[in-house]
């Protein structure tokens, strides 16, 4: 007996040049990052080629770099899991309850249109000590004062759990509407509340969309740049404003690149490990 070959299905056909030019543009730009990282650095001189490995070794043995890494970790996991749970809902909504299909889907997919700088800056607005969050909690006597939150960790954290919910929403959405709504029809039939029908159908069947919602999420927040320079005010250090600043302040090439692969290393083995502990079984 035979075992039938697996083709690729057909609509796939189409996606295959733009995914050439992606490679094509995106793995010698990486190549080229990754050579870079093993080169000297001397102040006032272009990179000197050399294989040293002085540049991860001051990364990996400066403590500040350390913290640098663990904050940004930290940040970007806060901000992953705060964007999923804030997702999980919407995007049930979006599945199963068609009027509020028409309120969610326009408001997720306009994000997508609205410049990131512009989102942003409308976070300086609400965020700001005399912004729109302080003075309505100031002026119903809630908080005596302005609330220190935009330039913090805070802020940060709002601005990466903004970018990511429109993502988040999509990708679970896709993965809700793949569960025959009879399943929990049938559960809450025999008994079960629609608390347990959540617990012990929809969110194990959802576990897959749940796992990239999150991983996507993290990737995006572990490299986030104009959110950490504008929300952060210079007072938030990620790893993609270190990298800013070594290229643009230090111009030191070589050191930025080894971040730039750190970062991507890192991402790269949090995927795959999350991957390789996915339960293969439904529930």
Same mark, same amino acid.
């Given at each position: 007996? @035979?075992?039938?070959?697996?083709t690729?299905?057909? $609509? ?10 992606? !490679?094509? /543009? ?12 093993f080169?000297?650095?001397e102040? &006032?001189? !272009?990179?000197i080629p050399?294989? @040293?490995?002085s540049?991860?070794a001051?990364?990996?043995l ?20 705060v ?7 919407l995007?049930?909504s979006?599945?199963r309850?068609?009027?509020l ?5 326009p408001?997720v =997919? /306009?994000?997508f249109?609205?410049s990131a /700088?512009?989102?942003?800056? &409308? $976070? ?6 005399n ?7 100031v ?18 954290v709002?601005?990466?759990t903004?970018f990511?919910i429109?993502y #988040? ?6 993965s ?14 025999? &008994?079960?509340?629609q $608390?347990? =029908?959540?617990?012990?159908i ?6 897959p ?7 996507l999420?993290?990737?995006? #927040?572990?490299?986030?740049?104009? @959110?950490?320079?504008?929300?952060? &005010? ?15 302040f ?27 502990a996915?339960?293969t =079984?439904?529930?």
């Amino acid at each position: 007996m @035979t075992t039938p070959r697996r083709t690729a299905p057909f $609509w796939l056909a189409p996606a295959l040049p733009a995914l050439a030019l992606y !490679l094509a /543009i995106y793995v010698p730009s990486l190549a080229i990052l990754a050579v870079l990282s093993f080169f000297k650095f001397e102040p &006032g001189h !272009l990179p000197i080629p050399a294989l @040293t490995l002085s540049n991860y070794a001051r990364f990996i043995l400066d403590p500040y770099y350390l913290g640098l890494m663990l904050n940004t970790l930290y940040l970007a996991a806060v901000a992953s899991v705060v964007a999923v749970a804030m997702s999980y809902p919407l995007a049930y909504s979006l599945v199963r309850s068609p009027g509020l299909r028409r309120i969610i889907l326009p408001a997720v =997919t /306009i994000s997508f249109f609205i410049s990131a /700088i512009l989102r942003l800056y &409308g $976070w300086i607005g609400i965020l700001g000590e005399n912004g729109v969050l302080n003075g309505t909690l100031v002026s119903l006597g809630i908080i005596p004062s302005p609330l220190p939150i935009l330039f913090t960790d805070k802020a940060v954290v709002i601005g990466l759990t903004d970018f990511a919910i429109p993502y #988040a929403v999509l990708i679970l959405a896709s993965s809700i509407s793949n569960i025959d709504a009879s399943l929990e029809q049938a559960a809450q039939n025999l &008994g079960a509340t629609q $608390w347990q =029908t959540f617990l012990r159908i929809t969110l194990p069947l959802t576990r897959p969309g749940l796992i990239a919602a999150l991983v996507l999420s993290f990737a995006q #927040a572990v490299s986030a740049f104009i @959110t950490p320079l504008l929300l952060g &005010g210079g007072r938030v250090p990620m790893l993609a404003t270190q990298v800013y600043d070594s290229m643009i302040f230090s111009v030191n090439y070589p050191f930025a690149s080894a971040t730039v692969v750190v970062i991507l290393a890192v991402i790269l083995l949090i995927t795959f490990g999350v991957g390789r502990a996915r339960p293969t =079984t439904g529930l």
